[in-house]
Structures are given as structure tokens and as C-alpha cells.
């Protein structure tokens, strides 16, 4: 889909601080407030915007290690692997999965309160996935650049 350049500043707002109120969503875009708010409508009925959630501090809230899980699985069956997503998806520490190319099919991102509340969770509830044949831990000492927002202002995107 491509935006044009109203739409990818909106985005662009949005993503900065989605709790502004659609006149100063507006003034920022440089618009009027009835053609923006119908702009934020369509983004959200195309599904541009998924939602809006607040962005919490992880470590104020307890969870002190965040570790990134790379998982091997033994077969490489639809089924299979559609089992591990399920249960994966269900794990609340669990906050991103992805299945990836190269050596491991799957990795996972992790948070828990601390090292012994991680390896817990690593043996028991990680270890005991379906069809788990190697999983290496690598513990992020620290966080550089977390995501926050997406570039949309790329030249494929826009109109």
C-alpha cells in the first residue's frame, strides 16, 4: 500500500504520542480536523494502525532480564510447527516470537524478574515446548535501541 505524505506525517505523530487528540493531531499534520480524523480512520480500517497500547519501562516494572531464545525444533512438519506458535503465543513472558531462516527456526523474546526467575522459566515451561530439540540463551546486557517506532517514510510507501 502506498500513503502519501499526509498520511505517513500522521503516522509518523501517531507513533511519538498516539494520546494526542485528533485538533492537535491535526494542527501538527498541518490539516483540518474532520479530513484527519477520516485519515486516521481509513489507516485503522486498512490496518495500518493495529492499535494503540502505553510503552512500559520493564525494568520499573520488575522485569529486569530480558534474554533472546533461539530455538531448534526437531521436526519441520506444518503441524509441528504450528503446535510450537500456539504454545509459544500463549507464554505471557513470551513477548515477541518470530520464526526465522538460517541455523534455528524460531526466536523468542524473553523477560522475567531475574536470572533465577529466567532459568525457571527456561526449564521448566521453555524446555518442556513441543518438539524442542536445542534452545541457547543470549542474555541483552543492555538495550541500545529498542523498538519504538517503524521508518514509514520510505520510498516504497509513498504516493
Known amino acids: 500500500m502506498t500513503l502519501d505524505k499526509t498520511e505517513i506525517k500522521i503516522l509518523q505523530l501517531l507513533q ?3 494520546r494526542m487528540t485528533n485538533q492537535v ?3 501538527k ?3 483540518s480536523a474532520s479530513p484527519c480524523w477520516r485519515k486516521v480512520r481509513r489507516l485503522e480500517d486498512d490496518g495500518i494502525i493495529q492499535g494503540y497500547r502505553a510503552v512500559l519501562d520493564r525494568k520499573k516494572i520488575g522485569l529486569g532480564v530480558m534474554v533472546f531464545v533461539r530455538v531448534v525444533i526437531d521436526s519441520h512438519s506444518e503441524a509441528e510447527a504450528r503446535k510450537f506458535e500456539e504454545e509459544v503465543s500463549a507464554l505471557e513472558e513470551v513477548v515477541s516470537c518470530y520464526s526465522i531462516g538460517g541455523d534455528a ?3 523468542l523474546q524473553v523477560v522475567a524478574q531475574d536470572l533465577d526467575s529466567y532459568a525457571d522459566f527456561a ?3 521453555i524446555r ?3 518438539g524442542i530439540k536445542e534452545m541457547q540463551s ?5 538495550e541500545i535501541k529498542p523498538l519504538a517506532t517503524l521508518p514509514v517514510a520510505n520510498p516504497k510507501s509513498i504516493k
Do not use: H, I, T, Y
Open 138 to 142: 543470549m542474555f541483552v546486557l543492555k
Open 16 to 18: 511519538d504520542d498516539a
Open 123 to 125: 526449564m521448566s515451561v
Open 105 to 107: 527456526d524460531f526466536l
Open 25 to 27: 493531531l491535526a494542527e
Open 128 to 130: 518442556r515446548l513441543p
Open 29 to 31: 499534520a498541518g490539516m
